[in-house]
């Protein structure tokens, strides 16, 4: 099965609102035998129904406009405004959790006084809204990928892996710098590679550094393979900039335009640094893809792959289609490689 197909994705969408009561229920358990209060049954559906909304809300489920504005805003506003989020839905919640105890449960002799909070109960949710919104905030500042990795030290011994390369260069960037000075230029790069995250989100790969107006995309090779998916990565991302068109003319006074290199190799991925931690990827294939990207600007291709990886992807599907460019020589590489212009049908 298509572990990037969108009938998978859709399960795992669809899966995420029964793990979420899940978790909700969980702490309304560990709250109830903290401060043994309620039965445990009570402070399960009071769990459910505060916790799960919360949870929704970080993924994106509930509320998504609301939550993506607040997450380009400086970690100070974010922290502020998301709590203050959360404790609107804290007391929603917990207002839905009294009225469904009182009228199918029998709790309480009104309404009123069953969606009464404690302040222990407010307390204790407010604490674990703020632990959820550091953990999903360094998350956000790490990247997803990187942040699990860390978290389990899957890294912290040298491993060896094989694993697909995007460098995505955004053209004019210095240019747009001359005209509008570094800091509109930070702003424009900075929306740019918002709208790339949720395609290599979808794609199942991972945004693993920023190099002034380059970005480096990861994904292992079954994953980025399978489906291409990340070839359908770099058009979904061309897609998101070219749908919204007329917002990035009204706002920057131009629609970006980016060039794309992929390559798959051998390469060893393991943490560096001591008091800031990095993962950091060594071997040929990180280099031969970002001569890839040079060569692209040379041969004038906007998405420009190796036919290592396509021998990788296979037949690519129907809506793509890959144009021989030939052999090329590259810096550093003794051997020539073959590569091919991918376009859109």
Known sequence: MDLLSPALMHFHRLSFWLIAPALGALAGVLYSIMFQVETLMNSAIRGILIGAPILLYERGFLFPRWRNRIRGTATPIFVFVT?????ALIVLGNAVAGTVLHHFFGYMLNAHD????????????LI????TVFVFRLRDLIGPGLFMSLLLGRY????????IFLFLDVSG???FADRHGDLAAQAYLGQIFNALALPVRRSGG?????????ALVTWTVPRGARDAACIRCVFDFAKAITDNASTWEARFGEVPRFRAALHCGSVVVAEIGFERHKISYFGDAVNTTARLEILS???????????????????????????????????????????AAIHRR
Not at 83 to 87: G, L, P
């Open 83 to 87: 709590v203050i989020t959360y404790a």
């Open 156 to 163: 912290h011994r040298p491993t060896k892996e094989e694993r």
């Open 206 to 214: 991972s945004i693993d550094d920023y190099v002034g107006d380059m």
């Open 173 to 175: 960037s210095a240019r």
């Open 114 to 125: 069953a969606m009464m909070m404690s302040q222990s109960g407010f307390v204790y949710s």
């Open 297 to 339: 600007k040379t041969l004038d291709v906007p998405v420009l792959a190796s036919v290592d990886l396509l021998g990788h992807i296979g037949k690519l599907p129907g809506e793509f289609t890959a144009q021989d460019l030939g052999l090329h020589a590259i810096r550093g590489r003794s051997e020539q490689i073959g590569v």
């Open 128 to 131: 674990a809204a703020a632990v």
